[in-house]
């Protein structure tokens, strides 16, 4: 069985095998780089720093992480949709679990995820990420096409073929 490349199980199969990839050259690239700043400032002062930057990072991630938290609560609390709040958490878990991680490369990577004024880039690259997921998903189950085909405000309501169940709905734009 063939995959068409531009299909959502194609572009799904080249992300699984780009991660793999990614998952074997950077415990390379970390050994490298720790390798060549031992060369450059000694054994003790490397480790010395990695000791230092784990510890940065789990200071970092609790502390970003109880601000992500609390926000998420009262986004809650106030009863708007905490969209902005999970994808902080997120954020922050990601990076506090690359600070963690022993290795230079995934501590710069980790602290461009978890500090507050450079995790909007990241949300937003995780906002479109899940975008496109849901967009693909969508068009697997209902085709290519879910609005703006021609003459779908004339349509109205459809029943589902699958259910004899109406749901009736309001739409309200808030923009």
Do not use: H, N, Y
């Amino acid at each position: 069985m063939t995959t068409a490349p531009g299909s959502p199980r194609g572009r799904r199969v080249r992300l699984t095998r780009l991660a793999l990839v990614a998952l074997m050259v950077l415990p390379i690239i970390e050994i490298v780089v720790v390798v060549a700043v031992g060369q450059a400032i000694g054994g003790w002062p490397t480790f010395l720093l990695l000791v230092a930057t784990s510890l940065l990072g789990a200071w970092l991630i609790r502390r970003e992480g109880g601000r992500a938290w609390r926000a998420l609560e009262q986004a809650v609390r106030s009863g708007r949709m905490p969209a902005r709040e999970i994808a902080d958490g997120v954020v922050v878990l990601v990076g506090g679990s690359l600070l963690l991680a022993p290795g230079f490369v995934t501590d710069v990577l980790g602290l461009l995820l978890v500090l507050p004024f450079t995790r909007p880039v990241a949300r937003s690259m995780l906002a479109a990420v899940i975008s496109r997921r849901l967009l693909a998903q969508t068009e697997r189950f209902t085709g290519p096409a879910v609005a703006g085909q021609p003459g779908w405000e004339k349509q109205g309501p459809r029943r589902s073929t699958s259910s004899d169940e109406v749901v009736e709905g309001e739409i309200i734009d808030e923009d």
